[in-house]
């Protein structure tokens, strides 16, 4: 809890932990099927955040019952049944309930050795970070509601958010990962923040490495901004410092709270390079080194 790591850890002998997490949100798609793949991988995406390997998971569904009709509950389930398959993760049961608002996620139970486990707060001055996934998707998805998004966007922007952290976990792990967190609904700089202030570490940010989606940075322009990307701002700014170059929506993206978002990965500067290399011909195509963890100021990060 002191460092605010992605799940909790539970040791049961001297070489094996459990990994236990839950999430679970309302609709950010219109498809019932591409939701329930959605909101399957952003709740697997912890376990691979920590370097373990999800086993079971648990369905949490709030369905309005009187409002939609329940071929939509059986489009969700088949969307997160078919990704956990694809992870590999065993369906054990679940819990639902009449709610006037649906949702819709899981409860998960992964493994891990004690003495591979990742964390926030193995991050060392010098160190590279990679990023796996384009930022974006909370832009988008208001920009969605408004109406202003392409097809083709929204397309791509499903086929990320339903990607599975699986193969980056697995490759970073190989690398030698010193520390290691996804990027979900505190944004980039926020989970940023988290890790280096577990770290003790501070992070230098080149805001042009980082992988946006198409029209996000249109979006912002404009000022289709989730209101969690404001809280986000309020909350971490004072331990962010902006060079003068970088534009109000740029820092606007950099805050933009993600779902299902990629892993922001932290090695060695010498094995850098060679994981993103990897990633790529692994299918992580926008895997990029976007900073570098820096030994002062403590628990800030400077964005260039």
């Known amino acids: 809890m002191e460092s605010l790591d992605d799940a909790g850890v539970y040791k049961l002998s001297d070489n094996l932990a459990i990994i236990q997490t839950i999430d679970f949100f309302t609709p950010i798609v219109d498809d019932p099927y591409d939701f329930g793949q959605i ?18 998971a648990m369905n949490v569904v709030c369905f309005p019952t009187k409002k939609l009709d329940i071929s939509i509950l059986k489009d969700i389930l088949k969307g997160g049944i078919d990704k956990m398959k694809e992870a590999g993760v065993t369906l054990v049961g679940g819990h639902s309930i009449d709610d006037a608002e649906l949702k819709y996620g899981l409860s998960v139970t992964g493994t891990v050795h004690p ?16 990023l796996t996934k384009p930022l974006g998707t909370g832009i988008i998805s208001t920009a969605l509601k408004a109406g202003k998004v392409s097809k083709e966007t929204v397309a791509k922007m499903t086929k990320y958010m339903a990607a599975l952290n699986k193969k980056a976990s697995e490759l970073m792990q190989e690398a030698g ?31 042009s ?26 909350f971490y700014g004072k331990m962010v410092e902006f060079s003068k170059k970088i534009p109000d929506y740029i820092q606007d993206i950099l805050f933009d709270p993600q779902t299902s978002g ?11 390079e060679p994981l993103v290399k990897k990633l790529h011909k692994a299918g992580v195509q926008d895997a990029a080194i976007v900073g570098e963890a820096i030994s002062k100021p403590l628990g800030e990060i400077i964005v260039e």
């Open 39 to 56: 909101a399957v991988a952003n709740a697997l995406s912890d376990v691979y955040a920590m370097g373990g390997k999800p086993l079971t």
């Open 115 to 130: 003495e591979r486990l990742v964390t926030n707060s193995g991050a060392k001055a010098g160190d590279k970070l990679i």
């Open 177 to 207: 990962v010193h520390a290691c967190t996804d990027i979900t609904g505190f944004g980039f700089l926020g989970h940023t923040c988290q890790l280096a202030r577990s770290s003790q570490v501070g992070i230098k940010i080149n805001s």
């Open 209 to 234: 490495s980082v992988p946006v989606f198409t029209e996000v940075e249109d979006f912002a322009r404009a000022g289709l901004c989730p209101g969690g990307l404001h809280r986000n701002r309020e």
């Open 262 to 272: 990629g892993l922001l990965i932290v090695l060695a500067p010498e094995a850098a």
